[in-house]
């Protein structure tokens, strides 16, 4: 049998032992097993863990320096003398750094002014894909119908294309159009092959801002332009930037169509005029060569470092109300 006996406004229970489970009060805290059951899978679970978070960091540095070699090189060559050059035991570090290879190439070459041609022609034609690029990727994503598909599949498509098998006709419309041997020529050409993938890219920023934001501006009274302007914009702005960027680095490097299409030396853009540092049999004058690609790099370089924290940045952060 069990008593129960009230003491001070408590209840409390006595029964014989092993009589069955005794009423537990309220407010008492129940033990159970899953504590220990979870330190234990935490206990195994860490070297696991650990294992795996050393091999992505390991990767991670292993691809660090796959990219980070040929830069590496490229500067310790930029500062090489010509006897270090021609060693057959090349070092990385130069033993006698000297200046001489960046005063050569710019003596051999007009540097300045081709990187001003390159400078021009990947400026405007970024500036140029993103003003025709953004309304078009808003519409893509906003307005789902057969006409955006199949736009998203021309995109997609368009980039499967060789630059050897347009580079034949394209120069048959230039030449028609008079833009030929012309910066103007060469700057349409850098927009309509880097606008695809400049509108693929805005497409994906496009649809990862939530509709949300623009239906409760249009409830507030917002007209479709204001809401562009006002929300959509601020929030598309790191997609834009890192759309930019491609655009802008891509017309930096490019190499084959200013080849072809620019036949004036002052007209000419910086990657056709490092291939006037090789001779006539092939053979590079390598420590000018080396001094001129590596100026080459450097502005891509710098405009990645101003900007990363603009590319990386949240793009919805403190845009969602509470």
């Known amino acids: ?21 005794a009423p537990v009060p309220r407010g008492t805290p129940r033990r159970t097993s899953t504590p220990r059951r979870t330190s234990t899978s935490r206990r195994r679970a860490t070297p696991r863990c650990t294992a795996t978070r ?21 500067l310790s060559t930029a500062f090489k003398p010509p ?10 570090i130069p033993e006698a750094p000297t200046l001489e290879n960046f005063r050569q190439a710019f003596a051999q070459q007009p540097l300045l002014a081709a990187a001003g041609n390159s400078l021009l022609a990947a400026a405007v034609s970024a500036l140029l894909a993103i003003l025709l690029a953004t309304p078009m990727a808003y519409v893509l994503a906003r307005f789902r119908n057969r006409l955006s598909r199949a736009a998203t599949g021309w995109v997609v ?11 034949i006709p394209l120069f048959l419309i230039l030449k028609g159009l008079h833009l030929v041997d012309s910066r103007i020529g060469l700057i349409m050409v850098y927009v309509v092959w880097s606008l695809p993938f400049a509108l693929w890219m805005l497409t994906g920023y496009v ?4 509709r949300e934001l623009e239906e409760a501006a249009a409830v507030d009274g917002a007209g479709r332009l204001r809401t562009l302007v006002s929300v959509t914009a601020p929030l598309l702005a790191p997609g834009i930037v890192a759309t930019a960027l ?3 680095i891509t017309a930096w490097n490019e190499f084959f169509f200013a080849l072809v299409l620019l036949k004036s030396p002052e007209k000419q853009t910086l990657p056709v005029v490092l291939t006037h540092f090789l001779g006539a049999e092939g053979v590079a004058d390598l ?17 990645f470092a101003a900007i990363q924290r603009r590319i990386t940045g949240g793009m919805l952060a403190g845009a969602v109300k509470n």
């Open 1 to 21: 049998m069990t008593a129960t006996e009230s003491t001070g406004g408590s209840e409390r229970s006595s029964a014989p032992r092993g009589a069955g489970s």
């Open 54 to 74: 050393a091999g992505q960091y390991a990767a991670l540095l292993g691809y660090l320096a796959f990219l980070a070699f040929p830069f590496l090189w490229l």
């Open 83 to 92: 006897r270090e050059l021609g060693s057959m035991h090349p070092t990385w």
């Open 157 to 167: 498509i368009s980039q499967a294309f060789p630059l050897v098998l347009v580079i």
């Open 207 to 210: 649809r990862a801002i939530p």
């Open 246 to 248: 491609f655009a802008f």
């Open 287 to 303: 420590g000018p060569l080396a001094a001129a690609a590596l100026l080459a790099t450097l502005p891509s370089l710098l405009l």
